[in-house]
């Protein structure tokens, strides 16, 4: 199987985040978002199933999709793509809105959708959360 051909599938950049059972802020970068439904709208998202998100996610049963800009600053991209919402606080100095409780960021953004799991699909290493979207 030659895998090159997996570098020619195209991606947008996406910000999950949500609050865990303490309340604390989390959020992660991801590549993997589908629209399966229009009408009675329903997402798909991949999640690594390390990823603390991923945990908060189950825990909280609500998350938001922030659709990341090429003028998202590179800070924040950074910042939730290569630290641990465990270890840091993703959110500090970060501008943000709060939505349906959830932390949402909307500055350089295309757009956000606020979603509630309604399946998880376990592939292996990774969830895929299909999900109902509540609001845009």
Sequence with gaps: MNKEIFKDISYGMYLVT?????????????????????T???????LNKDNYTNTAIK?????????????TPKEI???????????????????????NNIPVITENTCGYIICKPIDIIDCNTHDI?????LDT
């Design 59 to 71: 825990e909280n049963k609500i998350f938001a999709v922030s659709i990341l800009s090429e003028s």
């Design 77 to 99: 991209v950074a910042t939730f793509g290569y630290h641990s919402s465990i270890d840091i606080d993703k959110f500090d100095n970060i501008n943000y809105d709060t939505i």
């Design 18 to 38: 949500t609050i865990d059972k303490d309340n604390k802020k989390v959020g992660c970068i991801i590549n993997t978002l589908t629209q399966i439904t229009s």
């Design 40 to 46: 009675n709208p329903v997402i798909t998202i991949s």
């Design 129 to 133: 959360i299909v999900a109902k979207v």
